[in-house]
Structures are given as C-alpha cells and as structure tokens.
C-alpha cells in the first residue's frame, strides 16, 4: 500500500529529448533570463554586486526584498530568477559554510561553496520528481587577499569571471562590461562600484532607488551601500556622461 | 540499577575549575589552565573558552572531548544563525539553545559536558550569566562555578560579591577566589585565564598565576632539594 503514493515520484521529470536537449534545464534558464538583472564586477581589491530592485507595490516594506545574500563573513552571493529556489540554496550554502569551518577549521575558499551549490544544481537535474533550481548564481568573495567572482547555472555548470550579468538583458550589460572592463578601470574601490552600477544603468531606470549594491574590500567585511551612497554614484557617472557629451560637441569635425 | 547511578555520579564534579560573576556593567568568566588527564598534567595553557558570537561566550569542563566537540558545534549554530537571520542571537537566546542541546546529547549518548555562558545583551544593553550542567539545567546566576573547586568558592562569593563592583574589583574578587585554591584545594591549579564582557565585547584573554601558598611554620627548605628546584 505504501509503494503506491510512492510511485508516483519515481518518473524523472528531467528526461533527454532525442536530440540531446534537458528541456527542463533549458526552462530554467528562461526562468533566469525573467529575473531582474544582476551584475558582479572583480576589482584589483574589491569585488562589487549590483542588483535591480524592482519597483516595489506601495504599501510594501522595502527592507524585506533583499536579492544580496551573504553566505559567510567573507563570501556573498546575488542571485537571477526564481527567489524562493534562491533561498533554498542560499541556507544549504550557509549550513555548508558553518560545517566546512567545523570540520577543517578553515573558512571556505568561493570556488568551494560556488562547486557545492552548482552540485546541488545539478543532483535536481538528475532526480526524480524534482524539478531543477531556475536560479544563477553570482559568488563573490576573496581567498587568501585574491578575489573572486563565480556564476553558476540551473544545469549546475560554474564558471569563474572577472565581471558579469545575469537575469534580464544580461547580454547588454556583459557587452558593456566586455567594452569597457579593463586592469585600469577596476583599479580601486570606486572605480569597481562605478562600472558595476554603470553596467547596470544600461538596463534599469536610472535612480538609486532602483539599484542594490554591496561591496567586499580586502580584509574588510561586507558592506552594503544605503541609498545616499549609490546616489553618489549615479550622480559622479551623470556628470561624467554630461562632460563627455559637451567635449564631444566642442569637438571641431574633421 | 547501577549503570543509571554512575551516569548520574560521572560529572557531578571534575578536577577543572570554571567561576564567572555578573556585574552591573560586565561579565567575568574564568577557566583554570590545566589540561590533562586524571592525575596527569600535560599542558598548563589549555583553552577553554570559546566565543559564541561578539557578545556572548562560555567557559566549558568536563569529558575530554565531549567539551570541543559541543561547543564547537554550538559555536557554529549560533554563526549560522547570524548569518541566517542578519542579527546574532542574544545571551539569553544562546543560552536556551545551548541548554537545548545540551538536553539532546545527553539523551543520545553520556555526554559530560558543563559551562557557564556569560553575555552582554546589547538591545537591553544588560549583562547576564547562565549556569549550566550536563544533565541539561539552566540557570541565571549572579555567580557560579563548576568543579570540585566551586565547594571552597562560593563562601567566598556569598560573602564579597557586589553587582556594582568595578572590573578591577572583580579581578580583585577572582584573585581572592584563586589565592583559596592553592590554600585548600588539594589538586594544584596554579594558572587562570579570565575574561571580561561588556558593551563593547569581550575583551583579551587575560591571565593569572598564583604561587603557592606560603608555609604556615617556619621552616627551611632542605639545600639538596633546592638545588635540584633551581
């Protein structure tokens, strides 16, 4: 009798089309590309996250919609796509953290608790009568003073980066980054925090209201910006914009 | 029967010797140096404190590695839960759960493990101090000990302990508390490591050593032995 309810999770949902294809991993990817965008950037001694805060209903309570998650003291994650998936992951992260630093007394390293969560990725897409995460990862923290940004997928891939996009238009900001990502431009904090939120206001409305951002410095904790600060941002990255389109008027034509 | 009876007798008391004392503003929690075995001393800078969170630690005796391995594992659960909910968990919090599991593993397996847990509470920004043993009880105290030691101290405590006393006046009390010790106490605890918590956390480990008591009669030390002292 008990074998009966049962068999109705032996099927796998996650199955090969005849050509080849996870159809559910796919899905999951498109669930990704649905969520608000998010972008990393690795500086020389800083990481950064930016995440698009969607406008929030009127009577909602801003505080409780966080896309920027830490992980450990020295690592921390934002994440594309489905939220209440990214939370299952995000606590199994954290209880790994805690129980690798049991077990071998040390902190984990971002590419060890990155190859946890994409392995968990990956089991859902091998079990059955689950369906996989359709969250992406973006891991950043630092090793031994080195820092690092990773991104994992809903088929349980990770990767390492210097800089990237995920969620929505995420392929108009990794082709800003792709421009204008270079060993000067992320030389210092600030400069980091700017092409990150730079990256990030060509797909989201510009306002400081709309953007989250963290930041992990060498040595220091995480810190995460309130609105004032990003607003300095958007304001520096303004004037620029202005100043770069009056020197290009002044330019005489050739 | 038998078994039930040496469960029950096992921890009652242990050669190690904790003590904290609460005051209006701080915590002390102190731990004897000793590390070993019965009736074998292998190291005299042995730890026995671990911090839980910014605000809140214990002192912790008993079985030899029913010790480490517990507040280890309460050390990470109370990290975890930072990090889970954005805020760390209050002493009070700390000590309910500790006292929790405390009750769990011992109903798993013997599991001899006692502590005080002192803390700075900083949304009420009040100290406090929890006794606990390994049978699972929870206390707050004013004060308290654990050990064989504790019979000689808390006369002591009964009688100086002032909530309005001031850090040095604790670590005054905390000699006083030692200096017996080495009087009565048989089994030589000659090295203390102490602790103070306030409102800006806990402070650095901090050590005393006592010397052992002077001679009540006048006597002098036979020359061959001295030698072989020196």
Redesign the interface.
Known sequence: MADVGAGKYDSALTVFSPDGHLFQVEYAQEAVKKGSTAVAVRGKDTVVLAVEKRALAKLQDARTVRKIC????HVCLAFAGLTADARVLV?KG??E???H??TVEDPVTVEYITRYVAKVCQRYTQRSGARPFGVSFLVVGFDQGIPKLYQTEPAGTYHEWKANATGRNAKTVREFLEKYYTEESIQTRDEAIILAVRGLLEVVQSGSKNIELAVIEKGKKIEFLDTDQIEKYIQHIEKVREEEAEKKKKKPHP | TNKSLSYFAAGRTTMEYLIGMKFNNFVLLSHDNNGGRDILVMKQDQQKFFILDEYAGMVVSGEAGDTVYFSEFIQKNVVLYRIRNGYSMSPSAAANYTRHELAEALRQKVNIVNLLLGGYDKTSNTPSLYFMDYLGTLAEVPYGSHGYGSYFTYSLLDRLHRPDMTQVEAEDLLLKCVVELQKRFAINLPSFSYYFVDQNGFGEKKVLTVPPPPLTTARAFHPAAVEVME
């Open positions: 830490s992980l450990d003291d606590n954290r209880l953290c805690q129980s630093r049991l």
